[in-house]
DNA sequence: CTCTTTCTGTAACGCCCACTAAAAAACGTC
DNA sequence: GACGTTTTTTAGTGGGCGTTACAGAAAGAG
């Protein structure tokens, strides 16, 4: 009992919907446009996907697929110092890619916070192995230097949503990379700087 | 003929309509939801304000009535470097100021994008003006550092929205700060980065 | 062919949206 | 008190939203 083939390429769909999402946010996508646009009616699309939440929960799964092993890939670097670099550059080259929408799905949308809090997570882990590998001065520092990554690369993801192209991202990601902590004391660096 | 007095105060609907704004954006908010909060009803906003876009707009003006003054005033500091070091400052603890929504309502509201780009320009200019006066060492220069300020800026007001709290905000603007070139040549800084 | 299963297409459902017509109420003025 | 003006109040308007009921169409199984 196989019942009617369906008539539309299931993934094909869904990366209509990921990109509509990723573009214009889970509140600025209506059921109706992810149809028309991936050329479908509604009651089909509600059968493979079910509601507009899950559907949207399967393109953040599309989304993210691949996206958990090119972070542990940039963060495998030998130093903290290259995997924060690794990550900045791959990080500002996948927000302005060529062909996809510029930015970033996770970051743009309010309600993928959690996610957000996931990756930022990662990024602390592995600043905290630099900080017991002496590579950095304390814990406390490695929560520093987390809190800026995070901020550069939330950032750059909002720069490309407004039209900034690919060398204004690497611009940006050079430059925090030149704010990594100077290796004999972290002071030096900040000479001149306020203190809290 | 004064006709009959209106019961409400018209700035402080005002105000609870920018607060909504700033914490849930032009299109999570609903006109009845407005109406609710200030303990109005809807003829009455209209009447008062015009249609939801003429509300957001007046909530804009109100929300950036002092902002410009802020940012000329942190601009002006007598070197460049000095003027970002405010900058970045006084935007962590504007991100973070007690008793109003985190983050930046123009920050996070996709369609104020021009305002966005205007105070980019501002910065811009701010550090051409440096390129011009010797401090930095060319108008690429200039550009590459206001791509990293602006980056910074829109992550810390992310970061903020995503409940990071003011001595985060403050250690990844700290962090940016250290970022600036070195006074001899900016080579000695990037030293051992990758290149374009 | 008939039955069962699964998908497609049409046509709605109720809900909330931004927005407003109309009548009543509260003022100053005559 | 009657009038003109402005606001409040009530009760809607049409439209788009997410979602679905239902009938017909397309497949394999008997």
Redesign the pocket.
């Known amino acids: ?8 390429d299931k993934d094909a769909v869904l990366r209509a919907a990921m990109r509509a999402f990723w573009e214009r946010g889970y509140e600025g ?5 992810v149809c028309e646009e991936a050329g ?5 699309l ?2 493979a996907f079910g ?3 899950a559907l949207f929960e399967k393109a953040c799964a599309l989304y993210t697929e691949h996206l958990d092993d090119d972070l542990e890939r940039d963060l495998s670097a030998p130093t903290a110092r290259e995997a924060i670099e690794r990550l900045l550059r791959s990080s500002a080259e996948h927000f302005s890619a060529p062909g996809q929408p510029p930015g970033c799905l996770v970051m743009g949308e309010p309600r993928l916070a959690e996610r957000r809090a996931k990756t930022r997570d990662t990024i602390r882990a592995r600043l905290h192995r630099a900080a017991a590998e002496g590579e950095l001065a304390s814990t406390a520092e490695a929560d520093g230097v987390a809190a800026f990554v995070d901020t550069v690369l939330a950032g750059m993801a909002a720069l490309a949503r407004d039209g900034a192209d690919r060398a204004r991202l690497l611009d940006a990601a050079r430059h925090a990379a030149r704010a990594w902590p100077a290796q004999r004391s972290s002071q030096v660096a900040t000479e001149g700087l306020w203190v809290e």
């Open positions: 009992m196989t019942g009617r083939p369906r008539t539309f996508v209506s059921v109706a446009q479908i009616a509604a009651p089909s509600y059968a509601d507009k939440k």
